[in-house]
């Protein structure tokens, strides 16, 4: 049982739940009837929003807890739900992942309408999809049986049957993988379907299909869920696949208790048959929807803000939000060109290093790149300098040995715990026995990361003992809770040791600290997008890494492969007149209104010019009844406050400001940058 259950908040007012949010987020919470649709800009609180306004719903009498089903992509998201929920005094709201939703239904329903118990499923396609290959006599290696999963997985999710996939892959101008032709990949797909047949299993994807299947036949089954469930929420629309889409018009049954939120510009796992068309279509099949827009971004700096926006901004990014800046001006993002991809691991274990020696905790310091093969020159860099990591997607925290057998000692020990020892002292002593230490060893690698993970588990008994109330303290055996419930969550407890991840694998997580790295052509976009559909989409995936940042941000490339080699390769498209010493910022975005050229930012700017111009800005959001980012933008604001121009040659200078803007504000902005000055 997690301790927030008894937290001191477990009583919170709904007066009190809409206080905590900002006006457009409130906006959020008020809208209890569907259909909603929530557009939310990354590090805007969408997980805060539509959280206060499941608990708002429930504490204000209009929801049910056990009536609301909220649906996700992670087990991660959909434990942080649950657990912000609980903070804000709210139980029996179900928060799941699409795919857990519906095994939990699909194994009720499954002995009633099928009989007995239903078929094991198959954690892995691979094995299956080799004996299919081997039937229609395909030749496979590792790599082919792989792509062809994923193919096999991208039919499914797009409700493409074998008999349809030639037509549906040419329609959707999809290559087929490894080399095979559609009209192979299609009889695969068949006898994919037969060996699962005869060997009693089914897949993940079968899960959601069954389970739609099975409440569009049976009209009892139908009735119960819609009955039970009356209000959904679907977070991170823009993934959301047909087969999703169909198993979530099953679920609703033509009601309109919808509330959807998601961002196109996030849209990255088109791939695997995801689409934003729902989300973008959604105010076409919902004419009387509700859109809410949240552009203020409260995690990131400034200088980050604006970046990630120009970056969209010259893609003519479909849908694409204007962020706004809410946090105080930070530094200036480095853009770094090294020599050879092994300067660019050592440049950047080593500019990791000093930000651990500044302070920062490695666990906020992340390194992301396009494909999991760079990986490994990170890997080794940072061992060399000292520096811990973990790689995302490795295995995972709890299906580690040492875990697993720490979790088994204090479940022991929860049974003859001393009431009268804390409880993070007892599960020190606890861990000791499992080879945890204060000191962290000196050697790396399985020593080192075995430490980390014990280390991890002293962390989270350290939160749990300070968010239990005074009147009743943490247990071991609350500890044991916990750890059960973050288990069935795979929500896992910060490891400290810098992140090293895909930009894919990235997605939903921040850091204070970002290393973009590999940022070239062929890398970024990747070589294999040769679409303007694909090449859109590796646009998105850089905002995504972009927007990972909260205050560091670094972006860098390699010009040669090899030390010594050839320097041929170019900074990624995505970046033309963004990078500093641009050819292409002189040419174009680097001439201002009169020719001059743009001004260089160092980000330090005066903060008492930069309050004063925010506080002219609301002033006149308010009398022309606009947002205030439509007089001027954060970002803009930061460039004079930094620059401190004096006349209106100078303030042509700042990007953002034109030749409308000086017309309407510039004699007002000189005089408060005078006054400053004065």
């Not at 090293?500 to 204070?512: F, Q, R, V």
């Not at 050819?583 to 930069?610: C, S």
Request: with cysteine; proline share 5%; glycine share 8%.
């Amino acid at each position: 049982m997690s301790t927030a259950t008894n937290s001191p908040n477990a009583l919170v007012h709904p007066d009190a739940i809409l206080d905590a949010l900002d006006p457009e987020q409130r906006d959020v919470a008020l809208a209890l009837a569907g259909p909603v649709c929530v557009l939310a800009g990354a590090g805007t609180g969408k997980t805060r929003a539509i959280t206060h306004r499941i608990a708002y719903g429930v504490r204000s009498g209009a929801y049910k807890p056990t009536s609301v089903l909220a649906v996700t992509f992670t087990a991660r998201a959909a434990g942080e739900m649950r657990t912000r929920l609980r903070d804000l005094g709210v139980a029996g709201v179900q928060a799941r992942t699409f795919h857990a939703a519906a095994l939990r239904q699909l194994g009720y329903f499954w002995p009633r309408v099928v009989g007995g118990a239903p078929p094991r499923i198959l954690e892995h396609k691979a094995p299956a999809v080799a004996e299919a290959a081997r039937r229609v006599g395909v030749s496979v290696d590792r790599v082919a049986v792989r792509d062809l999963s994923s193919e096999v997985e991208w039919a499914k999710v797009s409700l493409v049957t074998a008999e349809d996939y030639v037509k549906a892959a040419a329609a959707d101008d999809r290559p087929a993988p490894s080399g095979y032709d559609h009209q192979t990949v299609a009889r695969l797909i068949t006898a994919y379907e037969d060996v699962k047949t005869e060997r009693g299993v089914i897949d993940f994807e079968d899960v959601l299909l069954m389970l739609a299947d099975m409440l569009n036949s049976h009209k009892q089954v139908a009735d119960e869920v819609r009955s039970q469930y009356r209000h959904f929420l679907v977070d991170e629309y823009q993934d959301v696949s047909p087969l999703q889409q169909f198993l979530l018009d099953q679920w609703l049954g033509g009601r309109k208790e919808l509330c959807v939120v998601g961002d196109p510009s996030q849209t990255i796992y088109s791939f695997t048959g995801a689409t934003p068309h729902y989300l973008l279509d959604f105010t076409r099949t919902y004419t009387d929807a509700q859109v809410v827009r949240l552009v203020r971004d409260y995690r990131s700096t400034p200088q980050v803000v604006h970046l990630a926006n120009q970056v969209l901004r010259r893609g003519r990014v479909p849908g694409a939000l204007e962020l706004v800046a809410q946090r105080p001006s930070g530094p200036p993002i480095s853009f770094t060109t090294y020599d050879d991809d092994d300067a660019e691991a050592a440049g950047i274990a080593a500019r990791a290093g000093r930000l651990v020696a500044s302070g920062v905790r490695p666990s906020e310091i992340a390194v992301l790149y396009r494909t999991n093969a760079q990986s490994a020159a990170f890997e080794s860099a940072l061992a060399d300098a000292g520096v811990s990591y973990l790689v995302r997607g490795g295995e995972r925290f709890f299906q580690r040995k040492e875990v697993r057998d720490a979790i088994v000692l204090l479940r022991g020990a929860a049974r003859s715990a001393d009431p009268d020892q804390p409880m993070p002292e007892q599960v020190r002593d606890v861990l000791t026995t499992a080879g945890w230490s204060e000191q962290p060893p000196a050697a790396r690698g399985a020593t080192r990361e075995r430490w980390e993970a014990m280390q991890a588990l002293v962390g989270l008994a350290d939160d749990v003992a300070a968010a239990a109330p005074a009147d009743s303290p943490a247990t071991v055996a609350t500890l044991v809770g916990e750890l059960e419930e973050r288990a069935s969550a795979q929500h896992a407890p910060t490891v400290e040791g810098v992140t090293l991840a895909s930009l894919h694998a990235a997605k939903g997580l921040e850091w204070d600290a970002v290393f973009l790295a590999g940022v070239s052509e062929g890398l970024m976009p990747i070589s294999f997008a040769e679409t303007d559909e694909a090449v859109a989409e590796e646009r998105r995936l850089l905002y995504v890494g972009v927007t990972r940042a909260r205050e560091h941000l670094e972006l860098s490339f390699a010009r040669s492969r090899n030390p010594g080699g050839r320097a041929t390769r170019k900074r990624t498209r995505f970046l033309d007149g963004l990078w500093p010493d641009d050819p292409a910022d002189r040419r174009g975005r680097g001439r201002g209104a009169r020719g001059q050229a743009r001004q260089q930012l160092t980000g330090e700017h005066d903060v008492a010019l930069f309050d004063a111009l925010r506080e002219w800005r609301l002033s006149v959001a308010r009398e022309t009844d606009k947002p205030a980012f439509t007089v001027l933008g954060d970002a803009t604001l930061a460039a004079i406050a930094e620059l401190k121009p004096t006349s209106v040659a100078q303030l042509a200078r700042v990007n953002g400001v034109g030749p409308a803007k000086i017309d309407r504000y510039g004699q007002t902005i000189l005089a408060i940058v005078s006054d400053s000055i004065d």
